[in-house]
């Protein structure tokens, strides 16, 4: 029988307290001074709540009264993985770097375990975070354990990558936050798919955070894939900024989880650097996404695009909340924002919340939002043409969930999102 | 030069234009002692010599207010407000009413005409003995005045006419003596007092405002419309304006608003209660226009308000335009609680920031009955260091079946210190309800002003032709007797800003 930990922050504190001697890092100055500014910073703001206009539509209250215990891996333990993404992969067992598991082709390139790799992280670790805003990073730095360490030197072409963490809850409720550092040098380009799982069907905390630095016309493409089991709590931030004409094409996925929210943020720091914040939300009977994001335009000539679809069924509630901040030196901004919602059942919940803050004037912002079912006309459609109802109902929504997908330009990326997506309502209905 | 410098520098030279209604009027007036305290709520209720049940009701609003705590989460900033250093009861002195004109203090007169308000009617809103009653002269539409000013209503006019058809329209404090049964039903069903700290403010030391009843199958022959005027140094406005709609009647109501120029900020909380039963229709417009402050940001009204609409009945509609082009700082939704099944809601407003002027306005549309329907159409325009915030929710709860939101937000930025935001917040519980949004931010197109220079237009008018192009979705919902006055007003606010 595992032990637990009390709930709330003073348990993560308290843990703090009695691991700091042991935690990677604890014998180098830089690495301890970022753990204690961390641990101030959460000490400070704790769990967010519903009084946070950020947080207004998720409640963390079901994390704030478990306790939680410590991941435990017995480091021979054989493991089943599903299908590979991408022709290289490193694998992640309950937060920790398992180089056995990965699978390096000739042309592979170097991801490392940051745990193993402190010293070459520094400067990157903590440059991006913003710790005294964000509480659930602030957490993740004051007890990370281990990650992917990926620092691409300049015109580098570092081909398509699997970070594939999982959690094996079982009896125990483990807590587990992972770091990921990654830096793209000048020109670089790579295609990261960070994929969650979840195996068992015990309540576990994954609290991910990734850094991501891009030099000047640097490109990633950042597929993310949410599948934990049907009681984990999956709370996940990005920071990412991008220098001159770099490019950051991210999507996100919640298709797991009993609760999930993922904050992205990100910062356009020089003229032509361009973002794509795209995703989807498939949320069933008994779950709660979200899909938080805060976009910078902090240069002129930048341009940005968000496409969010959201289908909800059974008793759900999804959360779609994104925030546009152009700066007055952001001049001949180009922003778009869209995000749709799907409501399957009468029981489920939407709440979206565009933001658009603007300080330039020669700008071209707009945002749009739409919510409603199914479209009557459309399954008559089908259904005149001899499609069953069920089959058309699937097809319609694969439809709507295709647009967004179609975003994502690299095709590796888009077919491991599309294979995701797949034959969700089929497993739903 | 480039067309937009030009216009930027047309903006900085307008600016400086005074703004027409900062004059004061120096007139004898009766102040309760300044500050807030039990004791000036209880002064106020006994000037207006109120029933028990409005002073207890006034009392408990007061001490819910002093739990509450000023909201912080607009996007607007000011300085901390002295609620001590205002006087919350001014009004103009009572003296028997005048028999003609020339009986009438001069100063009062001379106040109305400079607000172009017609001699014919100033003589009603001076209180003339027997004026009112007779039909306006040139066939034009009349238009029946509530003035308030300062803290008091100071005339009513077409009051007789209006009673021929069972309209009741009067000042609010005149309501609570003769008409008390309606007043209690329906004074704070709408807006509670505990529901924001504003109101919760205007609750307790609310002075005066409209009273409007609309008997069943009523169709108001006139427009409705209040004035209101902060004239005196250090007082707030805390006016009370509730309308009811009975079953199958109509009504549309007009507000507008003005204050003298001065350096200090001066606050005006009011709360504007409005119900429609079955099949009622109330349009409810406002030019809202007090003094914006100087182009330094240096004083204006402190404009924090509350509006709300109550859809009770089935098939009933409220309808809110507002233009605002006035105070210093805006805050402001008025809002649709569309209970009856095929209620409407509607919200159509132009808001204008220049020099240091913030707002923070928008609409709430709760969606409760089946196919309730709403639109909403704001349109923003900042310029000068003006930050101009759309904050909008529409709410539709699960038994809203088949309802139907529409919005469109669009923002206009002139010059590049000026800001323009968008906060849109979509809740939706409903399968079947259908909920669109869509919003634009930009400036004037090079192309747009070169189009219109080219055919001969000057800069200045090429401006106010596009932004009066830019607005015109909803100043088209405005009633004639205001879109005259709207349109001009936006030239006035846009010669600040945009030439």
């Known amino acids: ?429 | 030069m480039p067309a937009v410098t030009e216009t930027i520098d047309a903006v900085a030279s307008v600016t400086e234009g005074p703004y027409k209604y900062g004059f004061e009027t120096d007139i004898e007036m009766e102040f309760a002692p300044k500050g807030l305290s039990e004791d000036i709520v209880r002064f106020i209720s006994a000037k207006k010599n109120e029933p028990e049940w409005l002073l207890e009701w006034r009392l408990k609003a007061y001490a819910m207010w002093l739990k509450m705590e000023e909201p912080r989460w607009p996007a607007v900033k000011y300085p901390a407000i002295d609620y001590q250093d205002a006087y919350y009861y001014a009004a103009p002195k009572n003296k028997p009413g005048p028999k003609s004109l020339d009986e009438v203090d001069p100063e009062l007169l001379k106040t109305y005409a400079k607000l172009g308000i017609p001699l014919k009617e100033q003589a009603i809103l001076a209180g003339v003995e027997g004026a009112g009653d007779s039909p306006s002269e040139g066939g034009r539409l009349p238009v029946a005045v509530d003035a308030v000013f300062d803290s008091v209503s100071v005339a009513t006019t077409f009051k007789h006419r209006l009673e021929k058809e069972g309209i009741i329209f009067c000042a609010i404090s005149e309501a609570v003596q003769k008409h008390p049964e309606l007043v209690k039903q329906y004074l704070g069903s709408v807006v509670p007092q505990a529901d924001n700290f504003f109101a919760a403010l205007n609750s307790a030391v609310f002075t005066d405002g409209s009273f409007v009843y609309i008997p069943k199958g009523v169709r108001c022959p006139m427009e409705l419309s209040t004035y209101f005027r902060i004239n005196a140094k250090s007082t707030g406005q805390f006016e009370r304006t509730l309308i009811i709609a009975d079953a199958g009647s109509h009504v549309s109501y007009l507000e507008g608003c003005t204050a003298p120029m001065r350096d200090e900020n001066q606050l005006h909380a009011a709360v504007v209660e409005l119900v429609a039963m079955d099949d009622a229709t109330i349009k409810y417009s406002t030019v809202q226009n007090w003094y914006p402050g100087d182009e330094n940001g240096k004083g204006g009204i402190y404009n924090f308000v509350t509006k709300r609409g109550a859809c009770r009945g089935d098939r009933s509609k409220i309808s809110w335009t507002q233009v605002e082009t006035g105070s210093a700082i805006t805050w402001k939704y008025p809002s649709c609680i569309l209970q009856g099944a095929d209620s409407v809601g509607e919200f159509y407003s132009v808001a204008i920031t220049n020099n240091y002027q913030q707002a923070d306005t928008g609409t709430k549309m709760f969606h409760i009955g089946p196919r309730t329907r709403s639109t909403i159409v704001s349109k923003g325009i900042s310029a000068g260091h003006g930050q101009n915030t759309y904050r909008g929710q529409v709410k539709i709860s699960p038994k809203a079946t088949g309802a139907r939101n529409f919005t469109q937000c669009d923002s206009l930025l002139i010059g590049d210190q000026c800001g323009a935001h968008t906060v849109p917040y979509i809740e939706s519980r409903c399968m079947s309800a259908k909920v669109e949004h869509e919003a634009t931010t930009s400036r004037i197109a090079e192309d747009q002003l070169f189009y219109c220079r080219q055919r001969g237009l000057s800069q200045e008018d090429a401006v106010g032709l596009i932004v009066n192009g830019f607005c015109r979705e909803v100043l088209k919902e405005l009633p004639m007797e205001f879109a005259v006055e709207a349109q001009k007003l936006l030239q006035i606010s846009l010669e600040g800003s945009v030439g």
Request: net charge negative.
């Open chain 1, 1 to 429: 029988m595992s032990v637990l930990f009390e709930p709330g922050p003073e348990g993560f504190l308290r843990r703090y307290e009695g691991l700091n001697a042991r935690l990677p890092g604890h014998r180098t100055p830089w690495v301890t001074a970022l753990r204690e500014q961390a641990a101030k910073a959460f000490r400070e703001q704790g769990f967010p709540t519903r009084k946070i206009e950020a947080w207004h539509y998720t409640d963390l209250n079901l994390l704030a009264r478990s306790g939680f215990a410590e991941a435990l891996t017995p480091v021979d333990e054989d493991v089943a993985l599903p299908e590979a993404t991408a022709p290289q992969r490193v694998v992640f067992l309950d937060g920790r770097f398992r180089a056995d598991l990965a699978e390096t082709p000739d042309s592979g390139i170097p991801v490392r375990s940051l745990g193993a790799n402190l010293s070459a992280a520094e400067g990157l670790l903590g440059g991006v975070a913003k710790l005294d805003e964000v509480p659930m990073a602030a957490l993740n730095t004051m007890l990370f354990e281990d990650g992917a360490l990926i620092d691409l030197p300049a015109e580098t072409n570092g081909g398509a990558i699997e970070l594939l963490s999982i959690i094996q809850s079982g009896e125990r409720p483990v807590a587990v936050h992972p770091r990921h550092v990654i830096r793209l040098g000048k020109g670089a380009s790579l295609v990261l798919i960070e994929r969650a799982i979840g195996r068992g069907d015990g309540r576990y905390l994954h609290n991910p955070v990734v850094e991501i630095v891009l030099e000047e016309g640097a490109h990633l493409t950042h597929a993310r894939i949410q599948q934990e089991g049907p009681a984990g709590l999956f709370l996940s931030t990005v920071f990412a900024k991008a220098a001159a004409g770099a490019t950051y094409d991210s999507f996100l996925l919640h298709a797991g989880a009993k609760l999930s929210r993922s904050e992205a943020y990100v910062s356009l720091d020089g003229p032509k650097a361009m973002a794509h914040l795209n995703g989807a939300q498939l949320l069933s009977d008994g779950q709660h996404g979200d899909c938080t994001t805060f976009l910078d335009h902090a240069a002129p000539d930048c341009a940005s695009r968000q496409t969010v679809k959201t289908v909800l069924a059974g008793k759900s509630r999804g959360v779609f909340q994104g925030k546009i901040h152009v700066h007055q030196i952001a001049q001949r901004t180009d922003g778009y924002q869209m995000n749709q919602a799907l409501l399957l059942s009468d029981q489920a919940e939407i709440d979206s919340k565009p933001q658009l803050e603007i300080y330039a004037d020669d700008v071209k912002c707009s945002h749009g939002a739409t919510v409603g079912e199914l479209d009557e006309d459309q399954l008559f459609y089908l259904r005149a043409r001899g499609i069953p109802a069920a089959t058309a109902r699937s097809m319609l929504i694969e439809a709507f969930l295709q647009e967004a997908v179609d975003a994502v330009e690299e095709e590796t990326a888009r077919n491991a999102l599309a294979t995701a997506v797949a034959g969700w309502w089929e497993k739903v209905a």
